[in-house]
Nanobody, 126 residues
Framework: QVQLVESGGGLVQAGGSLRLSCAAS????????MGWFRQAPGQEREFVAA????????YYADSVKGRFTISRDNAKNTVYLQMNSLKPEDTAVYFC???????????????????WGQGTQVTVSS
């Protein structure tokens, strides 16, 4: 069983920055692929970014490429999402997720993930 706890959400003006954190339980965090997803009101959950377990390769949704950066600190069992140049359309609940299947490339689909956090709200005002 893996528990994930997100933090760092909040209210920010357009153009601002936030850094989300996701702390994971378990002694094998370094072997988890990790991802971030988001869900805006009335919309389906969508992929944001992912980082693989082996070499830390990353993948981003086109909508956030160049503005968001995913990273991980295996010593702290934590994955981060640095969000810069935020836009009102980035407003959503952000979820982190863990993929324990030792996949090579970063997982990009929600069905590839095995565990989910409870989410943290990000609100970007115009």
């Amino acid at each position: 069983q893996v528990q994930l706890v997100e933090s760092g959400g909040g209210l920010v003006q357009a153009g601002g920055s936030l850094r989300l954190s996701c702390a994971a339980s378990g002694r094998t965090f370094s072997r988890y692929g990790m991802g971030w997803f988001r869900q805006a009101p009335g919309q389906e959950r969508e992929f944001v970014a992912a980082i693989s377990w082996r070499i830390g390769s990353t993948y981003y949704a086109d909508s956030v490429k160049g503005r968001f950066t995913i990273s991980r600190d295996n010593a702290k069992n934590t994955v981060y999402l640095q969000m810069n140049s935020l836009k009102p359309e980035d407003t959503a609940v952000y979820f982190c997720a863990a993929d324990i299947d030792l996949r090579g490339p970063p997982a990009r689909w929600d069905y590839e993930y095995d565990y989910w956090g409870q989410g943290t709200q990000v609100t970007v005002s115009s």
